[in-house]
């Protein structure tokens, strides 16, 4: 049973930043592509980054040249570092195996002020 468990969220004025970690537990992590979703009230769950089990890592259009994915395989982490946020950031962000998915966890909550 794999668990996630994100974490690193809080409120932010623009132009701060904030690094969310997520630790997967009971998972083959080394060789798993892994990614950070979002989800803004009222839209669909979107697609932030992706790190492949090699350290791969490709970037919506939207956060790219701002946030960096990261990982550790020891650690079975995942980490997003946030940079000049925006108010279109808040979001509840989430990690995840891109394919299969897994069990969704709780996520952690992102709001940045104007």
């Known amino acids: 049973q794999v668990q996630l468990v994100e974490s690193g969220g809080g409120l932010v004025q623009a132009g701060g930043s904030l690094r969310l970690s997520c630790a997967a537990s009971?998972?083959?992590?080394?060789?798993?592509?892994m990614a950070w979703y979002r989800q803004a009230p009222g839209k669909q769950r979107e697609l932030v980054a992706t790190?492949?089990?090699?350290?791969?890592?490709v970037y919506a259009d939207s956060v790219k040249g701002r946030f960096t994915i990261s990982r550790d395989n020891a650690k079975k982490t995942v980490s997003l570092q946030m940079n000049s946020l925006k108010p279109e950031d808040t979001a509840v962000y989430y990690c995840?195996?891109?394919?299969?998915?897994?069990?969704w966890g709780q996520g952690t909550q992102v709001t940045v002020s104007s």
């Open positions: 995840n195996r891109i394919s299969p998915k897994y069990v």
């Open positions: 009971g998972s083959i992590f080394s060789i798993e592509s």
């Open positions: 790190i492949t089990g090699g350290g791969t890592t």
